[in-house]
Nanobody
Framework: QVQLVESGGGSVQPGGSLRLSCAAS????????MDWYHQRPEEPEELREL???????????HCANSVKGRCSISRDNVSKTGYLQLNNLKPEDTAVYYC?????????????WGQGTQVTVSS
């Protein structure tokens, strides 16, 4: 099993910034992707939306169109920690942000989710 612990959420005013962290521990073999999803208030889990991700052989990064230009994602492969920096936050960024990890073990994919961290953007 792999455990993911997110931190860094909170309440900010529009235009502010937050840096979210996701620390992975446990039975880690080969992390392929670390992604961030958000789930807006009153939306069901199936509408959880990909915000940003980092992975692949060259740690390729990707930010969704909704946050492009305001997003920076990275991961530290030594400490097994992923980071999501969001700048110029908008009220529509308000959501619970979940870290997701996919690793390969003996050729099989394993998916893990963190417990989520709340981000609230309001004046």
């Amino acid at each position: 099993q792999v455990q993911l612990v997110e931190s860094g959420g909170g309440s900010v005013q529009p235009g502010g910034s937050l840096r979210l962290s996701c620390a992975a521990s446990g039975s880690i073999f080969s992390i392929e992707y670390m992604d961030w999803y958000h789930q807006r208030p009153e939306e069901p889990e199936e509408l959880r939306e990909l915000v940003a991700g980092v992975g692949g052989g060259h740690d390729t990064t990707h930010c969704a169109n909704s946050v492009k230009g305001r997003c920076s994602i990275s991961r530290d492969n030594v400490s097994k920690t992923g980071y999501l920096q969001l700048n110029n936050l908008k009220p529509e960024d308000t959501a619970v942000y979940y870290c997701h990890l996919m690793q390969l073990r003996f050729g099989s994919e394993e998916h893990y989710w963190g417990q989520g961290t709340q981000v609230t953007v309001s004046s």
